[in-house]
């Protein structure tokens, strides 16, 4: 049954470069098939939010709307979602194989001093656009090595572990701001097939901008907490830092641009090109380490296996979006909407402020992005503008990844730091958030 993920994944893909609806139709049946045959190995919060789902689907069918058009289009898009998520996750299969992450914070500190926040904020951006969450693993594992190795008080390594983690953190965060492996542009590109990565992105250029000068002021100093005490030991290293971590970031960066340029050459999006890029582009490096095919194919299945939860969350969620775009009355919401500018602004704050504060309640930002996006569809089929609304959205989840003490990033770096979530979200996060905040909401109003 293990075999039901790669097959649904590449039935999703082939679905995207032919634009064979069906195919994505298939998929979503292969995936629906697949979690019921192991729905007990789910953790307890993807099963929660897939009764749910199966609760709001059979709402739909009851309420004699529903029609097979409809059905085929939300297979679809759990299908997107997942495929998606496993797609990128797929880049685990390399994490283990680079041996120069190993050396990840020694080369990083040893730039200079005034510059270690934004060096260590936008090398945890390139990093997590291509590893996505396996850049937090990394920068947790390493961690630990790095504070092993070295004589650090205890001031030292509280106050410098702090700012490591809550700097990979803000990195983390800037993806959907910036990448176009981003699920946020995954979403709005899909449901609002006007937009594109290239539209959206100087809204979040300025967004991460923003988040870059309020925390540099904060962290810098914990940051050089780690360095005061290898200085003197990176010094002869400052004139030739190894140049294989420096490949790494420009082979991230390159990455990034290879998926902007297969977009723009081909009929599929950015978020697209990364889907149908990465499976490949893993495949082929497994194969040239001396994999047979079976052993290629055996650990890419293991990998997406391992990921069964969060294609789930990402699947169940893409189709509870859909569903409740079509429960609730949009007609009657466009009616009363006048569309006026302050109309707009007002309708961009309330998703921002929304989906963080659904975040806070313990609703996965994942989720809240498709119900809103969903629901944005909706208005621009009645000619409501909807530019500063998706510009709202990109900046509240880059903000709920920072303040959601129940997301996955969140649960991550507690669980290492032995803290809880909760001091990570409000502690470390809070006050950041609130002096970016005013100038975020503001922003929409450049769109």
Request: glycine residues 10%.
């Amino acid at each position: 049954m293990l075999a039901l993920l790669p097959l649904a994944l590449v039935l999703e893909l082939l679905g995207l470069v032919t634009h064979v609806q069906g195919l994505s139709v298939a998929s979503g049946g292969l995936l629906a098939l697949f979690f019921l045959r192991h729905w007990r190995s789910l953790m307890p919060y993807p099963r929660r939010l897939g009764l749910v789902t199966l609760a709001v689907l059979a709402a739909w069918l009851l309420g004699g709307d529903a029609t097979w058009s409809e059905a085929r289009r939300m297979l679809g898009s759990a299908a997107y979602y997942g495929a998606f998520i496993g797609a990128l996750g797929l880049m685990q299969c390399l994490v283990k194989r680079l041996d120069q992450l190993g050396e990840l914070h020694r080369l990083l500190l040893a730039g200079p001093r005034r510059l270690l926040y934004p060096g260590y904020l936008l090398s945890s951006f390139a990093i997590s656009s291509i590893l996505s969450f396996g850049m937090l693993n990394l920068i947790c594992g390493s961690l630990d090595s790095h504070l092993k190795r070295r004589p650090y008080t205890a001031t030292q390594r509280r106050e410098g572990q702090r700012g490591v983690l809550v700097t990979a953190l803000r990195g983390f965060a800037l993806v959907p701001l910036l990448a176009p492996t981003s699920v946020t542009v995954a979403i709005l590109t899909r449901e609002l097939p006007d937009l594109g990565w290239i539209e959206l992105l100087p809204y979040g250029a300025l967004a991460a901008l923003v988040l870059l000068v309020f925390g540099w002021v904060a962290e810098n100093p914990r940051l050089q907490q780690l360095r005061s005490d290898v200085e003197a030991r990176t010094t002869e290293h400052a004139d030739g830092v190894p140049p294989r971590f420096a490949g790494l970031l420009l082979g991230s960066l390159a990455g990034i641009l290879l998926i902007a340029a297969t977009a723009a050459l081909t009929w599929l999006s950015a978020t697209q090109a990364a889907m149908v890029l990465v499976p490949l582009v893993v495949a082929v490096y497994l194969w040239r380490q001396g994999l047979t095919f079976d052993g290629v194919a055996g650990e890419l299945t293991d990998t997406l296996a391992g990921m069964r939860n969060e294609i789930f969350i990402f699947a169940a969620s893409g189709m509870l979006g859909g569903l409740v775009a079509q429960l609730v009355p949009v007609q009657g919401l466009t009616e009363q909407f006048d569309g006026t500018p302050l109309a707009l602004f007002l309708l961009s704050s309330a998703a921002l402020l929304g989906i963080v504060a659904l975040a806070l309640l313990g609703v996965a930002p994942i989720i809240s992005m498709n119900l809103c996006a969903a629901l944005l569809a909706q208005l621009a089929l009645h000619g409501i503008p909807i530019m500063q609304p998706a510009v709202a959205l990109l900046t509240g989840f880059s903000l709920a990844m920072l303040l959601s003490p129940y997301g996955p990033s969140a649960l991550l770096l507690a669980r290492h730091a032995q803290i809880s979530p909760w001091r990570i979200a409000f502690h470390w996060n809070g006050r950041f958030v609130l002096c970016a905040l005013p100038l975020l909401l503001a922003l929409p109003l450049l769109a």
